[in-house]
């Protein structure tokens, strides 16, 4: 934040204003109190300053949660990109240079990148990849195409690149993960932005695959690329070829959003629940905001890092929530090859369109050179060589994958409309019009009693049929093990090709008359299973596979999650706004209390002869509470428990999965399978080998782990496999360690939001690694303590409440 310093002449001419270098104006408030050191910034008077482009005045509120107005989309994006900057500013530079293909020459080309969800690679594979998109000029294409942005959401996009930049003009930045940056330049572009954002569309598509892009290299004598394939589904690791997918079952990417319409609430209107798993870090982590343009435009919620839109959130009427879909962004297409660079195709003979592009880096004796690397292409998109996930490029054939979201940059303009949305019927219409949801589902609960649940995303239109026409041998081993068709290539571009409804908002999708969705008064919810199953009254069936599966197991996570409503209404008790966000720190786990009926639990550790810990998991509370005692034995026994080889029954329990009852099966544990047993074995000894006390406290030993958190003590654990609807996971942690489990990742911009009489919302939420990443700001962990408490923050909404906990305000010009 500015500290600002007037000279004497005029100080009663400014009061509260400050004119800064750039053409930024800043007013404060009286009494204003920064949130973090900055630099003092000297007043300079111009006798006839020009008018300024963006105009937005920022409103700080209680955990420095910013309040932006303007009048024009254009300031409202600009004092978006002001705010972001001052909260984020060393991952929002960094997505930037990301966008610019510039990792390499400012950090190095060996260092690796890491956005903490699908995409690992070295900074030089990073750079390849995003310089061809630059050198094809891909996103400058879908500018101007019918695939671009509209108006607004360009204005939006301009204005926020503008904010980011006098951001750094008049602020020395403090944060000692990027201060003194080379690449802390008020120099960003527009189109830096769009490829940040082009980027985050590609995250569960082509970002999953940039090292397999940038390593093809044609098959060769010494490396003939000839891996011997599995010839059966049952032989295929399915666990480490879903991980290489960008699917990884043991950290999966998603969340939870639960919707209870007015059938079921005490207040008769929508409540959602929301609760995003996404990393407390780098470029997917979230910021609060509230985007206000008076009379027209009202929106609040949390924003990914570079999105000027508002994500994640709430308006008078509607307010929605996102989780992860399972459906497929692409296709792979296997081309029978006549040579190592020639494929076959109905058109006869193609040759493979090579690429080079030439990468800047800095090398280890800080002088600047330059890299060259080769990528290979068909029409239908980049070719990968990726044994690991049976698509090599061999002697034979060659692997290439057509990437729908690389089709489409109407992302802002989805979320931005979805913004102004007057019910969950008219939230779904303007989502569809923007055709640009990426790779989520949303759920959603509106002031009218309404509830919505919808996978409208960017799905590619390959029917069930067309799959099975046009899949290559191989193609059908992916398709069966992971629910991904792999098509022939040699009709890539006639028979093969995606079709195209008449009611989607491009070529090569399905519209929304074939995708999942569903509006009931009751509730509805996801947990990242497939769409199946929104509510146990709505099956929706009847959808083709790419999308997701039907009549298929749910993971403990879900059940979880559709157990916590379930509880509650049953005996005809309603959802109050307390009971329904209570939800979120209620930390039950859904394994638990189905292993220990009938007391199978206790008979397994019983087994293994460990009384010690045998006693300590007998009197468990079953839960992951700071101060229960137990769980991180019951955490590291599911972790152990074998999994079924594809189309073999599940041994682990007694009563298999029915897909007529599907929240209450599989379950019985089975205390007689030895190796269920010996799981349970192996994780007592593990514990003991580590020193870890089988008597601790969860919150001793589950910690915060993000940047500058102190070690708070955090409830909540495993998602998917414990069931966990709080779900956190440790990965990479900068802090804390040491600790059995320090949380990097998870649960995040959690809302509870409940429409009441009177035009009135009551909105709760948390941000649990709090709003500024830097650890000198006393917003940077003020919100994990609270979410460590199991508290929310009162956020404010109306003109009223912002006044009641204003911290400071302030203009921003430019």
């Given at each position: 934040?500015?500290?600002?310093?007037?000279?004497?002449?005029i100080?009663?001419?400014?009061a509260?204003?400050?004119?800064?270098?750039?053409g930024?104006?800043?007013?404060?408030?009286?009494?204003?109190?920064?949130?973090?050191?900055?630099?003092?910034?000297?007043?300079?008077?111009?006798?006839q300053?020009?008018?300024?482009?963006?105009?937005?005045?920022?409103?700080i509120t209680?955990?420095?949660?910013?309040?932006?107005?303007?009048?024009?989309?254009?300031?409202?994006g600009?004092?978006?990109g002001?705010?972001?900057?001052?909260?984020s500013?060393?991952?929002?530079?960094?997505?930037?240079?990301?966008?610019?293909g510039?990792?390499?020459l400012?950090?190095?080309?060996?260092?690796?990148?890491?956005?903490?969800?699908?995409l690992?690679a070295?900074?030089?594979?990073?750079?390849a990849?995003?310089?061809?998109l630059?050198?094809?000029?891909?996103?400058?294409?879908?500018?101007?195409?019918?695939?671009?942005?509209?108006?607004?959401?360009?204005?939006?996009?301009?204005?926020?690149?503008?904010g980011?930049?006098?951001?750094?003009?008049?602020?020395t930045?403090?944060?000692?993960?990027?201060?003194?940056?080379?690449?802390?330049?008020p120099?960003?572009t527009?189109?830096?932005?769009?490829?940040?954002?082009?980027?985050?569309?590609?995250?569960?598509?082509a970002?999953?695959f940039?090292?397999?892009?940038?390593?093809?290299?044609?098959?060769?004598?010494?490396?003939?690329?000839?891996?011997?394939l599995?010839?059966?589904?049952?032989?295929?690791?399915?666990?480490?070829?879903?991980?290489?997918?960008?699917?990884?079952?043991?950290?999966?990417f998603?969340?939870?959003?639960?919707?209870v319409?007015?059938?079921?609430?005490?207040?008769r209107?929508?409540?959602?629940?929301?609760?995003p798993?996404?990393?407390?870090?780098?470029r997917?982590?979230?910021?609060?905001?509230?985007?206000?343009i008076?009379?027209?435009?009202?929106?609040a919620g949390a924003?990914?890092?570079?999105?000027?839109?508002?994500?994640?959130?709430?308006?008078?009427?509607?307010?929605?929530?996102?989780?992860?879909?399972?459906?497929?962004r692409?296709?792979?297409?296997?081309?029978?090859?006549?040579?190592?660079?020639?494929?076959?195709?109905?058109?006869?003979?193609?040759?493979l369109e090579r690429?080079?592009?030439?990468?800047?880096?800095?090398?280890?004796?800080?002088?600047?050179?330059?890299?060259?690397?080769?990528?290979?292409?068909?029409?239908?998109?980049?070719?990968?060589?990726?044994?690991?996930?049976?698509m090599?490029?061999?002697?034979?054939?060659v692997?290439a994958?057509?990437?729908?979201n690389g089709?489409?940059?109407?992302?802002?303009?989805?979320?931005?409309?979805?913004?102004?949305?007057?019910?969950?019927?008219?939230?779904?219409?303007?989502?569809?019009a923007?055709?640009?949801?990426?790779?989520?589902?949303?759920?959603?609960?509106?002031?009218?009693g309404d509830?919505?649940?919808?996978?409208?995303?960017?799905?590619?239109?390959?029917?069930?049929?067309?799959a099975?026409?046009?899949?290559?041998p191989?193609?059908?081993v992916?398709n069966?093990?992971?629910?991904?068709?792999?098509?022939?290539?040699t009709?890539?571009?006639?028979?093969?090709?995606?079709?195209t409804?008449?009611?989607?908002?491009?070529?090569?999708?399905?519209g929304?008359?074939?995708?999942?969705?569903?509006?009931?008064?009751?509730?509805?919810?996801?947990a990242?299973?497939?769409?199946?199953?929104?509510?146990p009254?709505?099956?929706?069936?009847?959808?083709?596979?790419?999308?997701?599966?039907?009549?298929?197991?749910?993971?403990?996570?879900?059940r979880?999650?559709?157990?916590?409503?379930?509880?509650?209404?049953?005996g005809?008790?309603?959802?109050?706004?307390?009971s329904?966000?209570?939800?979120?720190?209620?930390?039950?786990?859904?394994?638990?209390?189905?292993?220990?009926?009938?007391?199978?639990?206790?008979d397994?550790c019983?087994?293994?002869?460990?009384?010690?810990?045998?006693?300590v998991?007998?009197?468990w509370d079953?839960r992951?509470?700071?101060?229960?005692?137990?769980?991180h034995?019951?955490?590291?026994f599911v972790?152990?428990?074998?999994?079924a080889?594809?189309?073999?029954?599940?041994?682990v329990?007694?009563?298999?999965?029915?897909?007529?009852?599907?929240?209450?099966?599989?379950?019985?544990?089975?205390?007689?399978?030895?190796?269920?047993?010996q799981?349970?074995?192996?994780?007592?000894?593990?514990?003991?080998?580590?020193k870890?006390?089988?008597?601790?406290?969860?919150?001793s030993?589950?910690?915060?782990?993000?940047?500058?958190?102190?070690?708070?003590p955090?409830?909540?654990?495993?998602?998917d496999?414990?069931?966990?609807?709080?779900?956190?996971?440790?990965?990479?942690?900068?802090q804390?360690?040491?600790?059995?489990?320090a949380?990097?990742?998870?649960?995040?911009?959690?809302?509870?939001?409940?429409?009441?009489?009177g035009g009135?919302?009551?909105?709760?939420?948390?941000?649990?690694?709090?709003?500024?990443?830097?650890?000198?700001?006393?917003?940077?962990?003020?919100q994990?303590?609270?979410?460590?408490?199991?508290?929310?923050?009162?956020?404010?909404?109306?003109?009223?409440q912002?006044?009641?906990?204003l911290v400071?305000s302030?203009?921003v010009?430019?």
């Amino acid at each position: 934040m500015l500290r600002h310093r007037v000279t004497r002449p005029i100080v009663g001419l400014l009061a509260a204003c400050t004119l800064v270098p750039g053409g930024a104006v800043v007013a404060t408030s009286a009494g204003a109190v920064p949130s973090a050191p900055a630099p003092v910034v000297a007043a300079v008077v111009q006798a006839q300053p020009q008018a300024p482009s963006y105009d937005a005045r920022i409103r700080i509120t209680k955990h420095g949660i910013p309040h932006i107005t303007a009048q024009d989309f254009g300031s409202l994006g600009f004092g978006s990109g002001y705010a972001a900057a001052s909260a984020s500013i060393c991952t929002l530079a960094d997505t930037l240079v990301t966008g610019r293909g510039q990792r390499s020459l400012f950090f190095g080309p060996k260092a690796r990148y890491d956005d903490q969800v699908t995409l690992e690679a070295s900074n030089l594979q990073v750079d390849a990849f995003v310089t061809d998109l630059r050198n094809r000029r891909v996103v400058e294409k879908l500018l101007a195409s019918k695939a671009g942005p509209g108006r607004e959401s360009r204005q939006m996009v301009d204005g926020y690149v503008a904010g980011i930049n006098t951001y750094l003009r008049t602020n020395t930045v403090t944060d000692p993960a990027c201060r003194k940056a080379a690449y802390l330049k008020p120099n960003a572009t527009s189109i830096d932005l769009w490829y940040g954002v082009y980027l985050a569309n590609l995250l569960a598509s082509a970002g999953v695959f940039v090292k397999e892009i940038v390593d093809a290299d044609p098959p060769s004598a010494t490396d003939p690329g000839l891996p011997e394939l599995p010839v059966r589904a049952s032989a295929v690791d399915r666990a480490a070829l879903l991980k290489g997918l960008g699917r990884d079952p043991e950290a999966p990417f998603g969340s939870n959003a639960t919707a209870v319409g007015g059938a079921e609430t005490s207040t008769r209107r929508g409540m959602l629940l929301g609760n995003p798993h996404f990393p407390w870090r780098g470029r997917y982590h979230f910021t609060q905001q509230h985007l206000t343009i008076p009379g027209s435009y009202d929106v609040a919620g949390a924003s990914l890092i570079g999105s000027p839109a508002v994500n994640i959130g709430w308006n008078k009427n509607v307010a929605w929530s996102h989780t992860v879909s399972t459906a497929y962004r692409f296709t792979p297409y296997e081309y029978k090859t006549v040579g190592p660079t020639t494929y076959l195709t109905d058109a006869g003979p193609q040759q493979l369109e090579r690429r080079t592009v030439k990468v800047r880096v800095k090398r280890a004796d800080g002088s600047v050179g330059t890299v060259t690397e080769d990528l290979y292409r068909t029409p239908q998109g980049y070719v990968l060589d990726a044994p690991a996930l049976l698509m090599p490029w061999s002697a034979t054939s060659v692997w290439a994958f057509r990437d729908a979201n690389g089709e489409q940059l109407r992302t802002i303009d989805t979320f931005l409309n979805m913004g102004k949305a007057r019910n969950v019927r008219d939230l779904l219409r303007r989502q569809d019009a923007g055709g640009g949801m990426p790779w989520v589902n949303t759920t959603a609960a509106d002031r009218f009693g309404d509830v919505l649940y919808a996978d409208h995303s960017v799905v590619p239109h390959v029917t069930n049929e067309m799959a099975q026409r046009c899949m290559t041998p191989v193609g059908r081993v992916l398709n069966q093990v992971a629910g991904l068709p792999g098509l022939d290539g040699t009709f890539a571009d006639s028979s093969c090709a995606w079709g195209t409804d008449a009611d989607a908002q491009r070529p090569g999708i399905f519209g929304p008359r074939n995708l999942p969705s569903v509006v009931r008064r009751d509730w509805v919810m996801n947990a990242n299973d497939s769409y199946w199953l929104p509510n146990p009254a709505a099956r929706l069936e009847g959808y083709d596979q790419i999308i997701g599966c039907e009549r298929c197991v749910r993971t403990m996570r879900t059940r979880m999650v559709s157990q916590y409503v379930i509880d509650r209404l049953r005996g005809k008790r309603k959802e109050t706004p307390l009971s329904f966000r209570s939800h979120q720190h209620e930390n039950r786990l859904r394994a638990a209390e189905v292993m220990r009926a009938g007391g199978a639990l206790d008979d397994v550790c019983a087994q293994t002869g460990e009384t010690r810990a045998c006693a300590v998991l007998k009197t468990w509370d079953g839960r992951s509470e700071t101060t229960s005692v137990g769980t991180h034995i019951f955490e590291e026994f599911v972790s152990r428990l074998p999994a079924a080889p594809l189309g073999q029954a599940d041994t682990v329990w007694t009563v298999p999965f029915s897909a007529e009852d599907p929240l209450n099966t599989p379950r019985g544990l089975a205390s007689d399978n030895p190796q269920v047993v010996q799981a349970m074995s192996d994780a007592i000894a593990s514990l003991r080998a580590r020193k870890i006390p089988f008597d601790a406290s969860w919150g001793s030993l589950q910690v915060a782990g993000d940047r500058g958190a102190p070690p708070l003590p955090l409830g909540g654990g495993t998602g998917d496999s414990v069931g966990n609807a709080n779900a956190l996971a440790s990965r990479n942690p900068v802090q804390n360690k040491g600790r059995y489990r320090a949380i990097t990742y998870g649960s995040s911009h959690i809302q509870a939001i409940s429409f009441l009489d009177g035009g009135r919302v009551d909105a709760r939420t948390i941000l649990t690694y709090g709003q500024d990443e830097n650890p000198r700001s006393r917003w940077s962990s003020d919100q994990t303590r609270l979410f460590s408490e199991g508290r929310w923050v009162r956020f404010a909404w109306t003109d009223a409440q912002i006044r009641k906990d204003l911290v400071r305000s302030f203009v921003v010009r430019g």
